[in-house]
């Protein structure tokens, strides 16, 4: 059979979904299809978004896009990870770096080892000292990973903090170049074949109707193509993450530049606070059930560390995921496809998972419905990896000071999720459910950070001379120690023109 190609695509949005859409399509099918992108200044993006994980850089350097420009246009600095206050209990502080706690020993994954040295030694330093990310960030420092000397220099990776609206306008800059259109308007019909429900052309307001074959939803929350026109239908998860609303205020920067995004528990949800080279992101995640906007705005405030630069902005939102993120002619990409909350930066990443995965199973006009559903199998197990790590964080909690923790505590959680915690718990061991989402380090890190302290190891683990094991941990800890001893402060990195050079 032959193919007939797909010759005009039309997306729907232009926030952060709709350019990172865009900007591949457009880089990938020049001259094939053209690519249209419609969006209403009136209606206007979400504009929060702000902190990535280090699959980011993949997705730009997939662009051709240079780190120097791309961090100096977006007001960028890097992220070594989260450091997490007051989750699990009050007073508990841990990192979630992105990086490993070491090599493999013996073929055992580090944490195996430590766990039995933690038994042999009384007074064991805490795994996350073995975590080069974690002690760069504890002393604020940073440099790019080193490849060509493995070893500590190439154990962690960096995402970026960066101006969310100016990542949009690099990425718009980016696609029209390659031939996108830009289409400002605001869409108020959309038409569709009175056989096939397929969507043949959007309507605009003052008339103009936009015509194609494949159209990409990347309309925000409400879900303009894929809820609106065909009806797809959303998996509410209100009550395993009850947050359900955000208020989101800039402030002046502190005088040094921390690399890592900070998140701090509150009463009724989170605090979180994103570096940036001009201003510092700051917003409060709550659930409006356990506490009131004003009451929220107050803790907002208070946690700030410099003047606040603006009135705090309300966001409303439904924890969830559209049910089919790909229905006939449509795919959608973004808040339209689902939203699982910001507490570990995942909405861009799965905004590249499904930009890469429409890329790979891109179609012809037939819309075999096979690659449909391929697509959403993939995103339907991205979203709910991306939701039990995330419950993870709330569940395994030891606050009992409000009713929201005591809610969280006690509310039923997914089976995939409770067999995680549990295979931890009683063994040490991890298991990963999705190839593409958090590594076994992130899940160490979670877990034993909040508390979940493991009853076994790896019975092979004891089979390694105990006093060689010791003395490697050791030997490692001043490794790290030493290397980031020599490494600029990350506020100087950044602002040394030099400092922000090309990814290893
Ligand atoms: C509080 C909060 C914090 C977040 N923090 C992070 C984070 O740190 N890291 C992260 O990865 N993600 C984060 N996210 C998620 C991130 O903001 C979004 O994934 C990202 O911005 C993508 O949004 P979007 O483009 O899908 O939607 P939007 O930004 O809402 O864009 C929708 C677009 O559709 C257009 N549109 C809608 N209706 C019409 C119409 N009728 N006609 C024409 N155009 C229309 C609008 O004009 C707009 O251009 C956060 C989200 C929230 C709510």
Redesign the pocket.
């Known amino acids: 059979m032959d193919n007939t190609p797909i010759r005009r695509i039309v997306i ?7 350019w990172m859409a865009a900007a591949p399509l457009a880089q990938r099918l020049a001259g094939q299809a053209s690519v249209t992108l ?4 009136e ?10 994980l280090p699959t980011n850089r993949f997705y730009n350097a997939a662009l051709g896009i240079d780190q120097d420009d791309f961090v100096a246009r977006t007001r960028a600095t890097y992220k070594l990870g989260i450091e997490f206050k007051d989750w699990g209990h009050v007073g508990n502080r841990f990192f979630h770096g992105f990086g490993d706690f070491g090599p493999a020993l013996a073929g055992r994954t580090p944490h195996m080892h430590w766990l039995r040295l933690a038994r042999a030694f009384e007074h064991m330093p805490a795994l996350e000292n073995w975590s080069m990310p974690s002690i760069m960030a504890r002393e604020l420092k940073f440099v790019l990973p080193n490849k060509s000397q493995p070893g500590v220099s190439d154990s962690f990776s960096y995402g970026f903090h960066f101006d ?1 609206g100016l990542y949009a306008a690099y990425l718009r800059d980016y696609a029209l170049k390659r031939g996108a259109q830009r289409v400002e ?4 019909g959309v038409e569709q074949h009175p056989d096939t429900g397929f969507i043949t052309a959007v309507r605009l307001r003052d008339g103009r109707r936009i015509e194609g074959e494949l159209f990409i939803d ?5 879900g ?1 193509l894929i809820e609106d026109a065909l009806h797809a239908g959303y998996d509410d998860w209100s009550a395993q993450l009850p947050c359900n609303s ?1 208020l ?1 205020v800039p402030c002046a920067s502190a005088p040094r530049l921390t690399p890592y995004t900070r998140s701090t528990a509150k009463e009724a949800g989170w605090l ?1 606070r ?1 570096p940036l080279q001009h201003r510092t992101g700051n ?1 409060h ?1 709550y659930s409006s059930g356990f506490t009131s906007d004003d009451q929220a705005r107050d803790t907002l405030l208070q946690g700030l560390d410099g003047a606040a630069l603006d009135e705090p902005r309300q ?1 409303r ?1 439904v924890t969830g995921r559209r049910r089919k993120s790909w229905v006939k002619n449509c795919v959608a ?4 496809a689902g ?1 699982v ?2 507490l570990e ?5 799965l ?1 590249e998972t499904a930009v890469g995965k429409l890329v790979e199973l891109f179609p012809d006009r037939d819309f075999r419905p096979e690659l449909a559903d391929e697509f959403n199998r993939v995103m339907a197990l991205r979203y709910e990896s991306v939701r039990d790590f995330i419950v993870m964080h709330y569940k395994l909690t030891a606050r009992a000071d409000s009713e929201f923790w005591r809610y969280c505590a006690a509310m039923p959680i997914p089976d995939s999720l409770r067999h995680q915690i549990d295979l931890f718990r009683e063994t040490g061991r991890i298991t990963i459910l999705d190839p593409e989402g958090f590594a076994e380090p992130s899940f160490v890190a979670m877990l034993m950070g909040l508390g979940v302290v493991p009853k076994r190891y790896d019975p092979l683990a004891d089979g390694d001379d105990l006093r060689q094991v010791h003395g490697h941990f050791a030997g490692l800890r001043e490794m790290i120690a030493a290397a980031v001893a020599k490494m600029p402060d990350h506020g100087d990195f950044v602002r040394t023109p030099a400092g922000t050079g090309k990814a290893a």
Do not use: D, K
């Not at 209606?43 to 990535?52: F, K, L, M, Q, S």
């Not at 990409?333 to 339209?336: A, C, F, K, N, T």
């Not at 930066?345 to 990443?349: D, F, G, K, V």
């Open positions: 729907v949005g232009g926030g952060t979904a709709g419609v969006e209403s200044p209606i206007g993006t979400i504009g929060v978004g702000e902190a990535t969310a308007g605001m869409i108020v990347c309309s925000g929350f409400r303009l955000a989101a979180w994103i917003g995640v966001l939102f990409i973004g808040l339209s939203f909350e910001p930066s995942t909405s861009i990443n905004i």
